[in-house]
């Protein structure tokens, strides 16, 4: 059975959603949730599910100690849902087109550092975009900057709120991302 780690700061929702797809796989599993967030949600929903759950400080991520315990793992797949720190070089270095990142727009347009989040969906209202999506791409030492693997668009109308953009984004991650990383996992 090949190895999924997921890396996620907050509620967790594309995290659960990736570990209840991969339960019913023969093929792959995620065997751990690693958060820097000691109060995220997605503890809790790791647990619900049997999973692992590693928590960690910032430092940790930088000096080795997480790269050690990925190690330990020796995951086939590391997969950024929601994760919000810079991903370290250290664990690029060591696992290199086996990390991918979600992000809720079309890069190029809308990466970069603070741009996550609601942050990115009320920039989307404000410049009266007409469609928006997501970008599943590698992971690389720049921010969003890695090579694209998926996109997905969806229009959006002129009384969308932020709130509207991040409902129609939260549907596009639930149906395609689960799928990316099945169809990455069986090269992998
Ligand atoms: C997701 O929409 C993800 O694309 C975004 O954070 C949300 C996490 O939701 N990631 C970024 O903005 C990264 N730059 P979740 O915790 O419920 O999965």
Known sequence: MKKIIVFASGSGSNAENIIKYFAKSQIANVVSVFTNNANAKVIERAKNHQVE?????????????????????DPDLIVLAGFLLQFPKNIIEAYPNKIINIHPALLPNYGGKGMYGMHIHRAIVENKEKETGISIHYVNENYDEGAIIFQEKVALADTDTAEDVAAKIHELEQKHFPEVIDRLIRLA
């Open 53 to 73: 759950v590693e928590i960690f400080t910032k430092t940790e991520l930088i000096d080795g100690n997480v790269l050690q315990k990925v190690k330990n793992i």
